[in-house]
């Protein structure tokens, strides 16, 4: 009877233990495009975590209204606008972007009015007024 406890607690461990390194495996794992596997879940997340890793310049300093300029996310507050949304200072990739749909929005928007030629003023003042 023991021994068919531990044998039963052994496969309990090694299950959770697989199951925590297949997780913590697809967080991290990249693509063709050198993502990760969470900035691939649509194509609308997928195109804001390019066009961040392509243009940070056009992201860096854009306020974000999701409240990460507020709150702490994943251990940090995010200081320079929509671009922490998507790329941490170090130049990895943040996951929150990929589980918000309001920053996935504004990055969008931000290329968009890039794309039509707007300033970085112009933009910030599009974003800004879209909550206030």
């Known amino acids: 009877m023991k021994s068919e406890w531990i044998i ?3 496969i309990l461990v ?3 233990f697989i199951a925590y390194s297949a997780f913590s495996l697809n967080d991290s794992q990249e693509n063709d495009n050198g993502l990760p596997v969470y900035a691939l879940k649509d194509a609308q997340t997928q195109e804001a975590y390019l ?3 392509d243009n940070p310049l ?3 300093g854009v ?3 999701c409240g990460c300029m507020s709150t702490v996310h994943n251990g940090r507050v995010h200081r ?3 671009l ?3 790329i941490q200072e170090d130049r990895s990739y943040e996951i929150h972007g990929a589980q918000c749909a309001m920053c996935i929005i504004d990055a ?3 290329k968009q009015l890039t794309n039509e030629g707007k300033t970085k003023e112009e933009i910030k003042s599009i974003i800004d007024s879209k909550y206030y």
Request: proline letters at 0%.
């Open 63 to 65: 306020n974000c209204h």
């Open 108 to 110: 969008l928007q931000v």
């Open 51 to 53: 066009f961040a890793r």
């Open 80 to 82: 320079r606008g929509l």
């Open 14 to 16: 090694t299950l959770i």
């Open 8 to 10: 039963s607690l052994s």
């Open 58 to 60: 056009a992201l860096d």
């Open 84 to 86: 922490d949304c998507f």
